[in-house]
């Protein structure tokens, strides 16, 4: 048995063995097959493929957990690293105001 231990079907004549993703080219791959149900399903919760989409998903979010933590911090040190990394600044983004109005 796999290490995910779920057994799934396609369709009446297609098996689809889940389990665990275990090193990164598995993680790439996963994200690929996920893009391509997401194309082809989009949010239609009928559509036949959609459990398949919605457990892949879960798979991959429990190898995004163990492999990219996501940091304990605050939202403005998010908003913060963004700007940086996007070379943008307060000025470009009135919406959340200046730097004179303070914080909102």
Do not use: W
């Amino acid at each position: 048995m796999d290490s995910f231990g779920l057994v799934g079907y396609m369709d009446n004549k297609t098996q689809i063995v889940f389990k665990d993703i275990l090193h990164e080219e598995e993680y790439e791959q996963a994200i690929s097959r996920l893009n391509d149900l997401l194309d082809e399903i989009g949010t239609n919760e009928q559509h036949p493929l959609y459990h398949l989409l919605d457990t892949l998903g879960t798979i991959i979010e429990a190898y995004e957990i163990e492999y990219y933590p996501i940091p304990n911090c605050h939202g403005n040190d998010v908003l913060a690293y963004l700007m940086e990394e996007h070379k943008l600044t307060l000025s470009d983004l009135p919406e959340i105001g200046s730097s004179e109005s303070g914080n909102r």
